[in-house]
């Protein structure tokens, strides 16, 4: 148990390091080859200083977080753990979830490659992406039924509520929009890092407190992703805070939206993506609200969409903006870590 935290110790910091290391790198090399943002005439004036900051920073960290997760796997030794079990919480379920995520970030890397080296500032249409999104997430959760986890009951705290086929209807549309939102949340410097670090801090939290129960212990793996993600993540966040130096992209931003829903998935805890993730809805039901109401009786609602912009327009600081909206994330992270301890692990087994 104790080689196992410092395992997950030196994850974290490899991550970091190399996070550190690359982003030293590529952002004067990036610079150079002018691979930088372009800022859309619609979107707020002062944003224009933005101009020309390097857009592939999800790249890099999805890059540090892949190398110290496998360092991570190298070192834990295999004659005391599950790790390569096919089971519910074996490695290739965590794979899985790491494809799924990988693949969310393959179609934002798409968006970006057309929007830098194709010169359409909008990149991929809305119609592509969310086929492409639809695709995959179909693809993930039949592979997740058929060979992992055919369960399609809903825990809340509550009770459990059989969906039946209808869970994956649900599922399927509840984390594409997640997915998105978290997208939308990408919108100024360092606000969608900061939210992302946060849900991964407290769902690293629980990763860890597996050790707990000792060896063998059947996830690991995902105890060992989820330092990756938060020493990689820092290492973003350090470059990325106002004034940014670069920003994550849609490579980034749909990559940590479907690896968050992936972790409460794999704990069958869908029920806490509705609190962890409260800003990426209250973003994203922001944008769906200016629309309707612009179509149906020709005014906004808000000053502008996603919500960050409106308070941007209220003459809030990006900084204030990050921090306000951090903190609500922080305090819905601790009601979601209580609902667990509290319901979730004196209702199932799963954790034993």
């Known amino acids: 148990m104790i080689y196992e935290y ?5 994850v974290g910091a490899v991550a970091f390091i ?19 943002q372009k800022i859309l005439e619609i979107g707020p004036s002062w944003h224009k200083a933005k101009e020309g900051t390097p857009n592939l920073g999800g790249l890099i960290f999805i ?12 070192l834990i030794p295999k004659e005391t753990d599950v790790l390569f079990q096919g089971e519910v919480g ?28 194709k010169k359409r500032n ?9 086929v492409l999104q639809f695709l995959t997430t179909g693809i993930y959760l039949f592979v997740r ?74 996830h690991t793996a995902l105890a060992l992703l989820s330092p990756a993600i938060l020493g990689a993540l820092l290492a973003f966040l350090v470059v990325n805070f106002h004034p940014a130096k670069i920003f994550m992209g849609d490579t980034g931003s749909l990559f940590l939206g479907a690896i968050i829903v992936g972790f409460v998935m794999y704990y069958g805890m869908e029920f806490v993506l ?11 039901v922001s944008v769906v609200l200016q629309v309707l109401s612009f179509k149906l009786t020709g005014k906004r609602i808000f000053k502008m969409a996603p919500i960050h912009h409106h308070f941007e327009k209220c003459g809030w600081s990006e900084v204030k903006i ?31």
């Open 274 to 284: 509705i609190p962890i993730s409260c800003i990426w809805i209250i973003e994203g």
């Open 90 to 117: 074996g490695l290739s379920n965590v794979l899985l979830l790491l494809g799924y995520a990988l693949s969310q970030a393959i179609i934002g890397f798409i968006d970006d490659y057309v929007k830098l080296f």
């Open 18 to 36: 190399l996070g550190v290391i690359l982003f030293k790198i590529f952002i004067p090399l990036l610079r150079k080859v002018k691979l930088g």
């Open 145 to 218: 039924a058929r060979y992992f986890l055919a369960d399609t009951s809903f825990w809340t705290p509550w009770g459990s509520i059989e969906l039946g086929i209808f869970y994956y209807v649900i599922m399927l549309l509840a984390i594409v929009y997640i997915v998105n939102c978290a997208n939308l949340t990408d919108g100024i410097d360092g606000l969608a890092g900061s939210i992302a670090f946060i849900i991964c801090t407290m769902l690293s939290i629980i990763s860890l407190e597996y050790f707990k129960f000792g060896l063998p212990n059947p």
């Open 6 to 10: 410092k395992v997950a110790a030196i």
């Open 122 to 130: 909008k990149g991929l249409s809305s119609t592509q992406k969310l």
């Open 63 to 74: 890059t540090a977080m892949l190398v110290a997760f496998v360092v991570g796997i190298i």
């Open 322 to 352: 990050v921090a306000v909206f951090s903190a609500i994330t922080v305090v819905f992270s601790v009601i979601s870590y209580y609902i667990i301890h509290t319901h979730f692990w004196t209702y199932t087994h799963f954790w034993a």
